[in-house]
C-alpha cells in the first residue's frame, strides 16, 4: 500500500463537499468529487435568482475553478445512484468509481410530503433550473394576465402567488416577490394591481423556528406591512395547477405555488446501505461514519446527527461545513492508523434571514445580541458577500444589490424560455 | 378621426424596433410593440454568451423598461403570424392587432439554404436560448470526454468544435472559443489537450467580405496564431451530429458544428402580403413601403432596400437603426397629410469585429483609416459598452471584460441544463 495513495471519493459539491474536497487536496491522498451539476451552487441567495435580482453565474461557481493548481482532486460530473459498502464502489450513472474512504455530502431536495399533485404542480427552490422557471413563470404571467383585459378571474389567478413554508427561504421568496411586484407595477401599465396579490402560508403558528419570538413577530410585521398575506397555521392539502386546497376547506385560485416547506434528503442516500430516518436523511454516529461502517462518512443535509437526544440538527451550511472539518480530521486518522477518532460537536452561529430590500433579522443564540431592520440587513448582505465563492461575483453582486436597493429595478427580468 | 389618435404597430424589439418606439414615444400616438420575447437582445455580443464572457441578462434587457416613463407605449408579449393589409390587422397568436401603420422590423434568423439535416444537428447563432444551448453543450462535450479514457476516436470526436462562417459572428466565436479552451486547459488535469482542436470553415475565398483585404489577412493570422484551423474555400454539404461531410468529400468527425454562415428574414415576413427577395426579406421602395402599400413599412434584416442596381444592404444594427428614422419621419408626414416622404439613404459607419480577448480589426469605409490589434479592441469595447442598453449592465460587462483580460478566466462556464 506505501506505493498507492488513499482514494477519498465525496459524493456532492455542495458547502461541505467543496470544503472537505478544499482540506483534502493539501493531502496526500487522491481525491475524487462528484457531482451531477459542473457548478457549486450558493444555495443561501437562490432566491434572488428566482426573483431576477442576480444572474444564474453570480451563485453558480465551477467546481473545477476552486480546483484549478490541485492536481490530486479530480471532478467527476455524473449522478450518483448509490454504493456497494461491500466491493467498496460509488455507482454513478457513468460507471463506478472505486474507494477507500467514501463521504456523502449529497444534500437536500424538496420534501413534499406524499403529496404527488402539489409536487407535480407548484415549484421547488433547491435548484438552480427552478429558480430560473419560478423567474420565468412568474414574469410570464404578469405579460399573459396583461392581455386578459375581458377575465378577470383569470387574470387575478396569474396574478396569485402563494410561498409555501415560513422558513428562511419562503420569507425570503416572499419578500422578494413582493419587491418584483412593485417593479412590475411601474412598467404594466394597463394592469391594474389590485388584482395582484403575495400570499405565505405556514402551517405551524410561527415563522423562522429558529429565532426568538420577538423578531418572528417582526417579522411577520414587515412582511405584511409589505402587502404580503401571512396565513399562519395553515396546511395545504393539494394543489391541481389552478387551484389550492386548504385544509379548512378553502380554496384559493393561483397558477404559481413556490414549495419551500420541507426538504428531505436526495433519493440516492437510501441506495447507499445503511440506515435512513424519515426525511431519508443517513444516520451517522458521533464519529459522522454511517451505521456498520469504518470508512463511510456523511455530513450536511443528508445527514441524521443527534447529540444524545436532542432532535437532530438544521440542514444549514454551517453544520455541514463544520462537519466536514471533523471528517476530515477523522478520515485523516484512518489513514494513518490512529483509532481516537475525533466526536462532532456543533458551534450554533446563530441564524439570519432577509425580509427583502434594506430589512432583516439576526438572530445569535449564543450571546443573544439581536439585529432587525438595515442595520441587520448589512449584516447579512456582509455575510453572503464574503462568503460568495466567485471572485468577480461578489463585485458585481455588491453593485447590483446596491443599484437595486437605490434605483429599485432589476434588469434580470427576462423570460428565457418561449411559451408564448 | 380627430379624437382617435394614430394606431402604430412596430413587430420585433430589435435595434430598429426598439428606436423607433421610442422616437413615437414622444409624439401624440399610440404605440404597440410586439415581440415574441420580453427583452430587448445586443445580438453583437451573444457570442460572448455563448462562450461563458457574459451572462444572459447583460445583453437581455427587459423591453417594458426602455417605455417605463411612456403611458402611449404598449408592449405586447406575442408571436407575429401574419398581416391582413386589406382590414389593416397584425395577427398574432394572441389576437389580431388592428393598426392604422405598420412597421415590420422583425429581423433575421439562421440560414441553413435548405440543408434540413446540417439545421437539425447544428447550432444557431441569432436567439439567447441558442447561445445558452451552445455553452451548455460546449462545456459539456469537455466533461463527457473526461470520463473517455479509452476511447481516443470518440474524445477526439467531441473535443472538435467547428464554426462555419467566416462573417464577424463566426470570426469573434471561433476567437472566443479557442480561448474558452485555454481556459479549460488549466482546469482539465486528465486530458491531453493535443486532441482539442477548433475549425473555421468559409465557402468563399475570404473572411470578412466587408472589410479590406489586408484586415481580412490580419484577421486570418491572428485566428491561426490562437490555433484556430481557418479552411477558406471550402463547402459543408452535411452533418448527422456526428460526421460533417463538406464538398470536397473529406469528412470531419465532430460533435459540434455552430452555424454563422447565413441569415434570412424570419418566416412570418411570408405572410405579410407582400413580395419577398430570394433570402424571404420583404421588399421596399427608397421611402420603406413595402409594394403596394402605403401604411406598412419594413426596416433592418427582415427589409429588402436597394439604392438602385446597387446590391442590398447588409444585415447589420445601423441600417436598421438610420431606417428607423426614416420611417418614423415618413409616418409622421402621412399623419400630417403631407405626401412629400423622405427617401432613405444608408449612411457606412464601417464595420468592427474582435478576434477575441484583446485583439480586433475596425474599417471605417469612407475616410480610410483601419485599426488593428490592442487599440482597434479598445475601440471595440467602448462602442459596445456605450451601446449597451442595461443601466448596470454595462458597468457589470466592462468589470468581467477587464477581469477576463487581466486574469483570463471565466466564471460563466456552467451548465444550467442537466444531460448527464
Not at 483534502?24 to 426573483?51: C, I, K, M, W
Not at 396579490?197 to 405556514?202: A, H, N, Q, R, V
Not at 450536511?300 to 447529540?307: L, N, S, T, V
Not at 455588491?398 to 429595478?409: H, Q, V, Y
Amino acid at each position: 500500500m506505501a506505493d498507492k495513495k488513499p482514494r477519498i471519493v465525496i459524493v456532492g459539491a455542495g458547502f461541505g463537499g467543496v470544503k472537505l474536497a478544499r482540506l483534502f487536496a493539501g493531502e496526500d491522498v487522491e481525491v475524487t468529487l462528484v457531482d451531477r451539476h459542473n457548478f457549486h451552487l450558493f444555495q443561501p441567495l437562490l432566491y434572488q435568482v428566482s426573483t431576477a435580482v442576480l444572474s444564474t453565474d453570480e451563485i453558480a461557481y465551477p467546481i473545477r475553478t476552486f480546483f484549478r493548481d490541485n492536481k490530486n482532486v479530480k471532478f467527476f460530473m455524473a449522478k450518483a445512484q448509490g454504493v456497494d459498502q461491500n466491493r467498496k464502489v460509488l455507482l454513478t450513472n457513468h460507471g463506478e468509481i472505486p474507494y477507500d474512504y467514501l463521504v456523502l455530502s449529497a444534500g437536500a431536495t424538496t420534501n413534499f410530503f406524499g403529496m404527488d399533485r402539489v409536487e407535480k404542480n407548484s415549484f421547488g427552490m433547491k435548484t438552480l433550473q427552478e429558480a430560473i422557471h419560478i423567474r420565468n413563470h412568474v414574469l410570464h404571467m404578469f405579460e399573459r394576465a396583461d392581455k386578459r383585459e375581458d377575465d378577470e378571474t383569470e387574470r387575478r389567478r396569474m396574478l396569485t402567488f402563494v410561498v409555501v413554508g415560513g422558513g428562511p427561504t419562503g420569507i425570503e421568496e416572499a419578500g422578494a416577490i413582493s419587491e418584483l411586484i412593485g417593479i412590475q407595477k411601474k412598467e404594466f401599465h394597463q394592469l391594474d394591481f389590485n388584482e395582484v396579490s403575495i400570499k405565505l402560508i405556514e402551517a405551524t403558528p410561527n415563522v423562522l423556528p429558529m429565532m426568538a419570538p420577538n423578531l418572528r413577530d417582526y417579522t411577520v410585521e414587515v412582511l405584511r406591512r409589505k402587502g404580503v398575506d401571512v396565513m399562519l397555521d395553515t396546511q395545504v392539502v393539494d394543489y391541481d395547477g389552478n387551484t389550492l386546497k386548504l385544509k379548512d376547506g378553502s380554496e384559493i385560485p393561483t397558477k404559481t405555488v413556490i414549495w419551500a416547506a420541507g426538504v428531505k434528503a436526495v433519493p440516492f442516500i437510501a441506495n447507499c446501505g445503511s440506515e435512513v430516518d424519515r426525511a431519508g436523511r443517513i444516520v451517522v454516529n458521533e464519529k459522522l461514519q454511517v451505521k456498520g461502517s469504518n470508512t463511510v462518512f456523511a455530513i450536511g443535509d443528508c445527514a441524521h446527527f443527534q447529540h444524545g437526544t436532542e432532535r437532530p440538527l438544521p440542514t444549514v451550511a454551517p453544520v455541514a461545513t463544520q462537519q466536514a472539518k471533523t471528517a476530515f480530521d477523522n478520515i485523516m486518522k484512518l489513514i494513518r492508523g490512529e483509532n481516537d477518532l475525533e466526536t462532532f460537536h456543533y458551534k450554533d452561529l446563530g441564524a439570519m434571514a432577509t425580509i427583502g430590500r434594506g430589512k432583516a433579522v439576526v438572530n445569535r443564540t449564543k450571546i443573544n445580541p439581536q439585529m432587525t431592520g438595515f442595520i441587520a440587513w448589512c449584516a447579512w448582505m456582509f455575510v453572503h458577500l464574503i462568503r460568495l465563492a466567485g471572485a468577480h461575483a461578489n463585485v458585481t453582486v455588491a453593485i447590483k444589490w446596491t443599484w437595486n436597493l437605490l434605483s429599485g429595478t432589476r434588469l434580470g427580468r427576462i423570460i428565457t424560455n418561449i411559451e408564448l
